[in-house]
């Protein structure tokens, strides 16, 4: 799934910068228009969840710093928190060397998982006991 | 997207086990078949790269704890490390809330990124000033 502009950017040197708009215009959404988002607690590095954006989504994420997904079951914007309170802020946003990927470090305002765990994986895979452990409790 | 499977899991406590090849046969590869994975460092908590895997992948990756990916480019199975010697090393897996996402914590050999960076996501989009900034230099 390599893209032309994302390969042309491999060679570049640190702090290069180029338009932002463009590597966004340039970024492989999927066939449904989203693309998969990793939020990333900033301060303990926690990886809390995955969740996907359309280009809306992402550009009003970078505008309000508010994570902002795709809501592929609601089929519709989802301001992560506005129901449940558990907004994201976003601290930093980068794009992969495809351009298919991006990962959010974010500040997170309690859980960030809707069974109120602190994250989504919380599903351990134990091969040598052919086991699935929950590690955290639901609340 | 919420599986009936796992939405049953939501209250268990924590420590309670249930039969990994369940949790596997259940988990919502999408209509490629596949299913995201998200590479984290071990030790450093850094986000090194996010791919695919089918099931086919996935178990290998438990069977031989070396990181096996679905090459959606090449269409095929990728032992991650094969041709570069950068394999990653699985030391944990984890499964989400909905089923839908994968997270490895791993032990890097080498570079994670095709590019020889440390991880693949070294480009950051900076907001304030419209641009996007290449963060670590191609080696």
């Known amino acids: 799934m390599r893209c032309p502009f994302f390969q042309n950017l491999e060679t570049l040197g640190c702090?290069?910068?180029l338009p932002l708009h463009?590597?966004?215009e340039q970024l492989a959404?999927?066939?449904?228009g989203l693309i998969s988002v990793i939020a990333q607690?900033?301060?303990?590095?926690?990886?809390?969840?995955?969740a996907w954006m359309n280009q809306t989504a992402l550009q009003q994420t970078l505008d309000t710093r508010r994570m902002t997904y795709w809501s592929r079951s609601r089929n519709e914007i989802w301001v992560k928190?506005?129901?449940s309170g558990n907004y994201?802020?976003?601290e930093a946003m980068y794009f992969d060397c495809d351009g298919d990927a991006v990962l959010c470090l974010v500040k997170q305002q309690g859980a960030a998982c809707h069974t109120e765990r602190k994250?989504?994986?919380y599903i351990e895979a134990q091969k040598l006991t052919n086991c699935a452990?929950?590690?955290t409790a639901s609340p």
Chains 1, 2 share one sequence.
């Open 81 to 83: 928190g506005a129901t």
């Open 88 to 90: 994201q802020t976003l």
């Open 119 to 121: 994250n989504c994986f």
């Open 133 to 135: 452990v929950v590690t």
């Open 22 to 24: 463009e590597v966004i």
């Open 41 to 50: 607690d900033a301060e303990t590095k926690e990886v809390l969840m995955l």
């Open 15 to 17: 702090n290069e910068t």
């Open 29 to 32: 959404f999927n066939e449904q």
